[in-house]
Every structure is written in C-alpha cells, then in structure tokens.
C-alpha cells in the first residue's frame, strides 16, 4: 500500500535554532516528492520538488533531502523564525493514471520566543 | 495575484441540507481538485478534473459531486449534508494533471464546513 509516515508529529523549538523534519515513503512507482508548508487556517503552499535524481533542493532556509534508495526525505529548517511555525506535509507523486499524490500528516512546527 | 480563490469561508449547514462549494483559479490551469482536510488525517482527494468538462473520483467521493463547466471554476456539491462532512475543504488547481509532472498544485485557503 502506498503510504508516507511523518515523523515527529509535532516539535517546539526556541526562535534561531535549526530542525529537521522526516519524511518516509512506500510509493511505487515514485515519480517525485513535496514538500509543503501549510500555515493555521491557511492552504498548502509548496516549498520544494524533487525527483529521483535530486539529493538536495533549497529554498531560502529550507532545504530538502531525498534518499531515493531508502525512501527517506528531510527537511531542514536553518535559523527559525516564528513565521516558520506552520504544519509541514510531504507529498509523494506517482507515475499512476490519475492525480497518484499520496499525502503525509504533516508536522505541526511551533517556533518561540 | 489571485490564485485560487475559495467561497464561502465558512458555512454552517444543518443535516440534510445541500450547497455548493464554489472554487475558482486564474492561472489557466488545466487540472483541478478538490480535497478534505480532518484533523490527525492527510487531505484526501474528493474529486478530481483533468481538463475542462471531465471528473473523476477520489479517494473519498461518496456523498459529494462536482461540475467542471469552465476552465476556471471546479464546483463541489453536496447534495444532503451529513455530520461526517464536517471538514475543512480545499480546492487546489495545477498545469498538468499528472503526478509525474514537476509541477505544484496551488491550494485556495479552504472551505470550513460544519454539518449539524
């Protein structure tokens, strides 16, 4: 079954201090994985696209990881700020007929002062 | 920018009642969907639109339908409201409809619904 686990569920960390979110994925065929961030009361909006033969991809103070051979990605966060508090969900894409997006349960991030 | 823009924001329905979820893009985008998002779940896919004028089901179709007239707007309906489709909706809209094209989908900022 095609699935994608996030992990942890939820994390606290202090403002200016780094993260790093985890992303592991049964997706096959895999045609490429998401990254999004979906702030409170707010659409999802993507950080990142990946393929097969992309290891790392930033964007800005995000940058994600894809391990294609064990299907793990991360995704790191540099220097937080409390705009970062947000929920991230990893989105992995298929080569199936259809839409084939499996979605993640997100990780909710809260960043404090 | 526009984007995709979602009506209403909030609704409140009663059991057995019906409406309409309205969803509309200016991107000239091909694809559109519509999604439900609950809480400790994924979104899962309701409905989908390849191109103008066709609809295919999700994962989760029963108990709603959609229409597709325009290219712009992606309508969801439901046609007697039940407490299980108290959520929150999001409507999202993309170039291509297939997974294997590196392209986003761009989301409206969600329908909250409650059914009582």
Known sequence: KNQVEQSPQSLIILEGKNCTLQCNYTVSPFSNLRWYKQDTGRGPVSLTIMTFSENTKSNGRYTATLDADTKQSSLHITASQLSDSASYICVVSSYQAGTALIFGKGTTLSVSS | NAGVT???????????????????????????????????????????????????????????????????????????????QTSVYFCASSYSISGGVNQPQHFGDGTRLSIL
Not at chain 2, 23 to 50: E, K, T
């Open chain 2, 6 to 84: 979602q009506t209403p924001k909030f609704q409140v329905l009663k059991t057995g009642q019906s409406m309409t979820l309205q969803c509309a893009q200016d991107m000239n985008h091909n694809s559109m969907y519509w999604y439900r998002q609950d809480p400790g779940m994924g979104l899962r896919l309701i409905y989908y639109s390849a191109s103008e004028g066709t609809t295919d089901k999700g994962e989760v179709p029963d108990g709603y339908n959609v229409s597709r007239l325009k290219k712009q707007n992606f309508l969801l309906g439901l046609e007697s409201a039940a407490p299980s």
